[in-house]
T-cell receptor, first 113, second 113 residues
Framework: GAGVSQSPSNKVTEKGKDVELRCDPI?????LYWYRQSLGQGLEFLIY????????KSGLPSDRFSAERTGGSVSTLTIQRTQQEDSAVYLC???????????FGDGTRLSIL | AQSVTQLGSHVSVSEGALVLLRCNYS??????LFWYVQYPNQGLQLLLK??????LVKGINGFEAEFKKSETSFHLTKPSAHMSDAAEYFC???????????FGKGNQVVVIP
């Protein structure tokens, strides 16, 4: 069966550009999470969506980061005016109820030149 | 705030030998605890979780972990290592009703033939 799908798998961009990262959760999963994985900081929570509730944005590191989830399914994480410290692997996960992430995608590896 | 500590970033184990990965948590209230595994260039896969039921939790791939409140520990074990167990393992903690996972730094497991 289809798992969590993320695109692109790799993204290289210049400092100062905006980027969009996409996540397709498992069909029917109401909860969606974004995490960031970097060498220096390890795994960090970014944002959590659950159904139609207001998202938990408490992990977003700055106002350059935003995320939305349209129609309760696909999610897009947007980083504006990228900085070199944004270089990391961005992981999306989903689960079929609230709580903790069960199924992770393979991530988007973001490199800022 | 809750946190977990994983000692020893790299762990080498001989094929067929016991795998033991240590995780100690810090939490002011009873936590939920998790172990995830990450294979190269992939997302995280949930191995097992403790959610205040049985203290000995059995997971996938022959792994198990025991919650010990007196030691604030949730160590991961597998009786006999297989080459396919080579991966990075993360311990994580959350509080009941809290969707944010706090991850440890991870253990990179190398299996020696």
């Amino acid at each position: 069966g289809a798992g969590v799908s993320q695109s692109p798998s790799n993204k290289v961009t210049e400092k100062g550009k905006d980027v969009e990262l996409r996540c397709d959760p498992i069909s029917g999963h109401t909860a969606l999470y974004w995490y960031r994985q970097s060498l220096g900081q390890g795994l960090e929570f970014l944002i959590y969506f659950q159904g139609n509730s207001a998202p938990d944005k408490s992990g977003l590191p700055s106002d350059r980061f935003s995320a939305e989830r349209t129609g309760g399914s696909v999610s897009t994480l947007t980083i504006q005016r990228t900085q070199q410290e944004d270089s990391a692997v961005y992981l999306c996960a989903s689960s079929n109820r609230g709580g903790q992430p069960q199924h992770f995608g393979d991530g988007t590896r973001l490199s800022i030149l | 705030a809750q946190s977990v500590t994983q000692l020893g970033s790299h762990v080498s184990v001989s094929e067929g030998a016991l795998v033991l990965l240590r995780c100690n948590y810090s939490s002011s209230v009873p936590p939920y605890l998790f172990w995830y595994v990450q294979y190269p260039n992939q997302g995280l896969q949930l191995l097992l979780k403790y959610t205040s039921a049985a203290t000995l939790v059995k997971g996938i791939n022959g792994f198990e972990a025991e919650f010990k409140k007196s030691e604030t520990s949730f160590h991961l074990t597998k009786p006999s290592a297989h080459m396919s167990d080579a991966a990075e393992y993360f311990c994580a903690v959350s509080l009941y009703g809290n969707n944010r996972l706090a991850f440890g730094k991870g253990n990179q497991v190398v299996v020696i033939p």
